[in-house]
């Protein structure tokens, strides 16, 4: 699996943007960039997701870098109820049924009122 | 949208006993299903992959007989804990993949929360 890593924490103030990192230096080229968040006692949901173009979605922006080695995940205004842990993770375009998909630590985002 | 629907939400069992977990796809075929376990304050493991209609491929370390996935239909897997222990105690979380590629949303389940007392 293509590795991915990400601060532990971050915090922000509510109606500020938050800016996620995440590093993925050893993607490849059909690896695409998933975001998933997940609150407290859920299930991880979807975020965002995108190959090589930044992408806007109504929860987030997606930036990518121009060389696919790490990006970056913008929540433009911050509210309480964006407090998870979000997590970045690559996912292959052509998924084989053998094809894991495993998580790393994610970043635990605190959002201060 | 896609919904993954996981039952139950929670669970408190006897030790020694078993407790099956539900995951079904409600508007979409499954091809894929992966079953993950979280322990307080860390990130999901992985625990199988099960694929419809063959045997679940269980990551290192996760006892097969201990955790019976099965992966009937295109839009239900279920989750066994047989002999339940407490140390088996945690949130199990399912996740549905649709037929196709990378390219595509996963789709979770809510969670269970299982406690063997």
């Known amino acids: 699996d293509a590795k991915t890593t990400q601060p532990n924490s971050m915090e922000s103030n509510e109606e500020e943007p938050v800016h996620l990192p995440c590093n993925h230096s050893t993607i490849s080229g059909t690896d695409y960039i998933h975001w998933y968040r997940q609150l407290p006692s859920q299930g991880p949901e979807y975020v965002i997701h995108?190959?090589?173009s930044n992408v806007n979605n109504r929860m987030a922006s997606l930036a990518i870098a121009e060389d696919r080695k790490s990006s970056t995940l913008i929540l433009h205004r911050a509210t309480l109820r964006d407090a998870a842990v979000y997590y970045c993770?690559?996912?292959?375009?052509?998924?084989?049924?053998?094809?894991?998909?495993?998580f790393g630590e994610g970043t635990q985002l605190t959002v201060n009122p | 949208g896609a919904v993954v629907s996981q039952h139950p939400s929670w669970v408190i069992c006897k030790s020694g006993t078993s407790v099956k977990i539900e995951c079904r796809s409600l508007d979409f075929q499954a091809t894929t299903m992966f079953w993950y376990r979280q322990f307080p304050k860390q990130s999901l493991m992985l625990m199988a992959t099960?694929?419809?209609?063959?045997?679940?491929?269980?990551e290192q370390g996760v006892e097969k007989d201990k955790f019976l996935i099965n992966h009937a239909s295109l839009t239900l897997s279920t989750l066994t804990v047989t002999s339940a222990h407490p140390e088996d105690s945690s949130f199990y979380i399912c996740?549905?993949?649709?037929?196709?590629?990378?390219?595509?949303?996963?789709?979770f389940g809510n969670g269970t929360r299982l406690t063997v007392t």
């Open positions: 995108g190959l090589t």
């Open positions: 996740s549905a993949r649709r037929a196709g590629t990378g390219s595509s949303p996963l789709h």
């Open positions: 099960s694929n419809e209609g063959s045997k679940a491929t269980y």
């Open positions: 993770i690559l996912r292959d375009a052509i998924e084989t049924s053998g094809s894991r998909l495993t």
